[in-house]
């Protein structure tokens, strides 16, 4: 098999958190572009923050990091449909518990069905990040509690401003 040097790491970000950021940071050192992949779903509701909204928590989140290999992009439709548009071969997914771990291991399986070249690589949360969610984060913005090492540096004051509240 042939070293795959593209990756992407999908989810809502919604909104970004430091515990993606640590993902995205390991990944980053791993593989030559890793695509943070913004996946909005139609049938859902928009959440805390719109699609554009994300996009630009995420964009402020890498610059401020500094990861010169990562790149925000939003998709519509299926995850295997981006990792083709994309040139991905990896599908990095991070696992905050032994449920994550099972939860993310069943989405692989499924993943195969779709595309059965794209691998995915599971990497177990950062210790003192794995309480951190995107629901957390949500939870501290709704009822106005400081948002301290939940969210990238540099992204707290932004995420206050473009809040809305349910």
């Known amino acids: 098999m042939e070293k795959q040097k593209t990756a992407m790491i999908t989810g809502s970000f919604d909104p970004v ?18 695509y943070a992949v913004i996946v909005f779903n139609t049938e859902k509701s928009t959440g805390a923050f719109t699609p554009g909204q994300r996009l630009e928590l995420l964009d402020a989140a890498i610059r401020n990091e500094g990861l010169g290999n990562v790149k925000a992009v939003l998709h519509i439709g299926l995850t295997s449909d981006a990792a083709k548009a994309l040139g991905a071969g990896v599908l990095v997914r991070g696992a905050r518990s032994a449920t994550d771990f099972d939860y993310e291991y069943s989405l692989s399986q499924i993943m195969k069905r779709f ?6 690589v599971i990497l177990p949360a950062s210790p003192e990040l794995s309480m951190i969610s995107s629901t957390y984060v949500r939870d501290l913005l709704k009822y106005g509690c400081e948002l301290g090492n939940a969210v990238p540096e540099g992204c ?10 349910e």
Not at 21 to 27: I, Q, S
Not at 159 to 165: E, P, R, T
């Open 115 to 120: 595309d059965p070249e794209l691998e995915t």
């Open 17 to 34: 958190t430091s515990g993606h950021m640590d993902l995205l940071r390991r990944a980053s050192v791993m593989f030559d572009t890793v």
């Open 156 to 165: 707290g004051d932004m995420m206050k401003k473009l809040y809305k509240k």
